[in-house]
């Protein structure tokens, strides 16, 4: 039974417009959750993450918000661009012990 | 440059020839760990290790081994291969205060 879930496969945003990639997790004793970038033939790279004990961090054009309440949470870019295009993967973990890791959504941004 | 690196980073075999992926990271990591990637499924975890000479299983461990002997080296062994372990596979290292975890490029494997 997946613990942390990525419920949409793909998203098309266009070039300038706002891109929101959610996330959703079943064990409320996570307490660190990140973001992590993939492009075709590389392996994945850290984006950003949150402590349970926030609800938002931003870097520069991307945003994540935690809701615990609704275990949630989702990755903000604005302004999205063309260099954005790749699969976004939301990952979770209890005490920096295992991480769990959704199936991810692969985002398109059109020129 | 740190670094995670896995090798081979292609390789096609046959089901029942054993094969090994290496992994070696230069940032003196404690945690060491090894992903599968399949379509739909995201990464799974299939084994980890807390340092040397502590492994863990995963959530799909089956056909596998792993050894930590050093520090800087987690392989990763299949020891029959069948075709449903084609995959793309990842390892992965962070400190033991780690707060991310860093990725090789990937090995992909085909088991024919």
Not at chain 1, 58 to 70: H, I, P, Q, Y
Request: proline share 6%.
């Amino acid at each position: 039974d997946q613990q942390v879930k990525q419920n949409s496969p793909s998203l098309s945003v266009q070039e300038g417009r706002i891109s929101i990639l959610n996330c959703d997790y079943t064990n409320s004793m996570f307490d660190y959750f990140l973001w992590y970038k993939k492009y075709p033939a590389e392996g994945p790279t850290f984006l950003i993450s949150i402590s349970s004990i926030k609800d938002k961090n931003e870097d520069g054009r991307f945003t994540v918000f935690l809701n615990k309440s609704a275990k949630h949470l989702s990755l903000h870019i604005v302004p999205s661009q063309p260099g954005d295009s790749a699969v976004y993967f939301c990952a979770a973990s209890y005490n920096f012990n295992k991480f769990y890791f959704g199936s991810g959504t692969k985002l398109n941004v059109k020129p | 440059e740190a670094q995670v690196t896995q090798n081979p980073r292609y390789l096609i075999t046959v089901t029942g020839k054993k094969l090994t992926v290496t992994c070696s990271q230069n940032m003196n990591h404690e945690y060491m760990s090894w992903y599968r990637q399949d379509p739909g499924l995201g990464l799974r975890q299939i084994y980890y290790s807390m340092n040397v000479e502590v492994t863990d299983k995963g959530d799909v461990p089956e056909g596998y081994k792993v050894s930590r002997k050093e520090k800087r080296n987690f392989p990763l062994i299949l020891e029959s291969p069948s075709p449903n372990q084609t995959s793309l596979y990842f390892c992965a290292s962070s400190p033991r205060t780690g707060n991310t975890i860093y990725f090789g490029e990937g090995s992909w494997l085909t088991v024919v």
